[in-house]
């Protein structure tokens, strides 16, 4: 237990504080809990269930603890407290942390756990047996990539994709991403799926990456003879786009970063724009603001073969771009040029795009199901 109400504390204090019935992804997540001598002891995973946050911790050695939910009633601005038992669903956590513990022993369940943050910005975790300190631990979040290659009619195409999505999940994984997953992009409700699918897990991806042809609606995901819709945006689509919105907001944390390796995805290039009857249309600004996330992709055309060293450039800040490219935030934007860097780039307030009034948001039904017991998918793996 003491554990489960550590991991669900760090989840709060990492995020601002909000009201418990709104289950969103800025108060879940997934959590590594690292003990007093350095090694990882367990995982946790903290979902909005109703009106109440509850937290669920699983031991390397494959022990579930009781579930525990947010006491809102002694829960302050500085202090934090799970300590209220959750009703059983059935539902298991997903195995996702690596490596063991070493035979590393857990302290007995805890009534309460206090969480702060330390000047260095880690959360470190006290807990108590009434006045008696069972345990002091610090919580890691847990970092997760969803790599999506776009299904489409040439085989060729298709292996292109899948290979660059192959190689930049393993990099995300060299960096330290726990989950680096790779989704074989059929349909807009093939991710919408998955992505709600994080959410139902608590494991929120930090890093979305599409991958394939495109144009100004967005990503082109699959073929007609696949069901569901291609592509969908504020102009086409509408409504699809405001549920493909919904399971972003959803199924990542408010810190991700999306980008669309494909043609357009960032609208117009400069000498497109010069043209009287350019596509004013800027899909990547478009979900920055509706999702509050970062979202980039080139402006005109482009090739997926640049796809891993635009997402370092342009997510990371590392390295160089190739050609043009639109980073955006929701209230910020910025134009990154050829061979040009991420700070290096002026950032300015994102112009007004003038769009067709939106159709209502229709939220997907979130899965019922028990997930998949492990999440890492095996990497290039296009059956998902």
Same mark, same amino acid.
């Given at each position: 237990?003491?554990?489960?109400?550590?991991?669900?504390?760090?989840?709060?204090?990492?995020?601002?504080?909000?009201?418990?019935?709104?289950?969103? =992804?800025?108060?879940?997540?997934?959590?590594?809990?690292?003990?007093?001598?350095?090694?990882?002891i367990?995982?946790?995973?903290?979902s909005?269930?109703?009106?109440?946050?509850?937290?669920?911790?699983r %031991? *390397?050695?494959?022990?579930? /603890?009781?579930?525990?939910?947010?006491?809102?009633?002694?829960?302050?601005?500085?202090?934090?407290?799970?300590?209220?038992p959750?009703e059983?669903?059935?539902?298991?956590?997903?195995t996702i942390?690596?490596?063991?513990?070493?035979?590393?022993?857990t !302290?007995?369940?805890a009534?309460?756990?206090?969480?702060? /943050?330390?000047?260095?910005?880690?959360?470190?975790?006290? %807990?108590?047996?009434?006045?008696?300190?069972?345990?002091?631990?610090?919580?890691?979040?847990?970092?997760?990539?969803l790599l999506? &290659?776009a299904?489409?009619?040439?085989s060729?195409?298709?292996n292109?994709?899948?290979?660059?999505?192959t190689?930049?999940?393993?990099?995300?994984?060299?960096?330290?991403?726990?989950?680096?997953?790779?989704?074989?992009?059929?349909?807009?409700?093939?991710?919408?799926?998955? *992505?709600?699918?994080?959410?139902a897990?608590?494991?929120p991806?930090?890093?979305?990456?599409f991958?394939? &042809?495109?144009?100004w609606?967005?990503?082109?995901?699959?073929?007609?003879?696949?069901?569901?819709?291609r592509?969908?945006?504020?102009?086409?689509?509408?409504?699809?786009?405001?549920?493909?919105?919904?399971?972003?907001?959803?199924?990542?944390? =408010?810190?991700?970063?999306?980008?669309a390796?494909?043609c &357009?995805?960032?609208?117009?290039?400069?000498?497109?724009?010069?043209?009287?009857?350019?596509?004013?249309?800027?899909?990547?600004?478009?979900l920055?603001?509706?999702?509050?996330?970062?979202?980039?992709? !080139?402006?005109?055309?482009?090739s997926?073969?640049?796809t891993?060293?635009?997402v370092?450039?342009?997510?990371?800040?590392?390295?160089?771009t190739?050609?043009?490219?639109?980073?955006?935030?929701?209230?910020?934007?910025?134009?990154?040029?050829?061979?040009g860097?991420?700070t290096?780039s002026?950032?300015?307030?994102? !112009?007004?795009i003038?769009? =067709?009034? =939106?159709?209502?948001?229709?939220?997907?039904?979130?899965?019922?199901?028990?997930?998949?017991?492990?999440?890492?998918?095996?990497?290039?793996?296009?059956?998902?």
């Amino acid at each position: 237990m003491n554990r489960t109400a550590l991991l669900a504390v760090a989840a709060l204090l990492t995020l601002a504080p909000v009201a418990l019935g709104q289950s969103r =992804p800025d108060l879940t997540g997934a959590y590594g809990v690292v003990g007093e001598d350095g090694r990882r002891i367990g995982q946790a995973s903290i979902s909005g269930e109703g009106d109440a946050l509850v937290l669920r911790v699983r %031991l *390397l050695d494959g022990t579930e /603890r009781p579930a525990l939910k947010l006491d809102a009633a002694r829960t302050t601005a500085a202090r934090f407290l799970f300590a209220a038992p959750a009703e059983p669903t059935g539902t298991g956590l997903a195995t996702i942390v690596e490596g063991g513990s070493g035979g590393a022993t857990t !302290p007995a369940a805890a009534r309460t756990v206090e969480v702060t /943050r330390g000047n260095d910005g880690a959360l470190r975790a006290v %807990l108590r047996q009434g006045e008696a300190v069972v345990a002091r631990e610090r919580l890691v979040r847990v970092r997760a990539a969803l790599l999506v &290659h776009a299904q489409t009619y040439d085989s060729s195409h298709v292996n292109a994709f899948r290979a660059y999505a192959t190689t930049i999940a393993r990099r995300y994984k060299s960096a330290g991403y726990v989950t680096a997953e790779t989704l074989l992009g059929t349909s807009v409700e093939v991710v919408v799926e998955r *992505l709600l699918r994080a959410e139902a897990e608590g494991h929120p991806f930090e890093r979305l990456v599409f991958i394939g &042809h495109g144009g100004w609606d967005g990503p082109v995901l699959g073929t007609y003879s696949d069901p569901g819709h291609r592509q969908a945006s504020g102009v086409y689509n509408q409504e699809m786009f405001g549920t493909l919105v919904d399971a972003i907001r959803r199924g990542t944390t =408010p810190a991700a970063r999306i980008f669309a390796s494909a043609c &357009h995805a960032g609208g117009s290039n400069v000498y497109e724009r010069a043209r009287p009857h350019d596509n004013k249309y800027v899909w990547t600004d478009d979900l920055a603001v509706r999702t509050g996330r970062i979202a980039a992709g !080139p402006a005109g055309y482009t090739s997926t073969e640049y796809t891993e060293r635009h997402v370092w450039a342009v997510l990371e800040g590392e390295g160089t771009t190739v050609q043009e490219v639109r980073w955006a935030s929701a209230t910020n934007a910025r134009t990154i040029r050829p061979k040009g860097t991420l700070t290096g780039s002026p950032l300015l307030p994102r !112009p007004t795009i003038a769009l =067709p009034t =939106p159709a209502a948001p229709t939220p997907a039904a979130t899965p019922t199901t028990t997930p998949a017991a492990v999440v890492d998918l095996p990497l290039g793996d296009p059956a998902q």
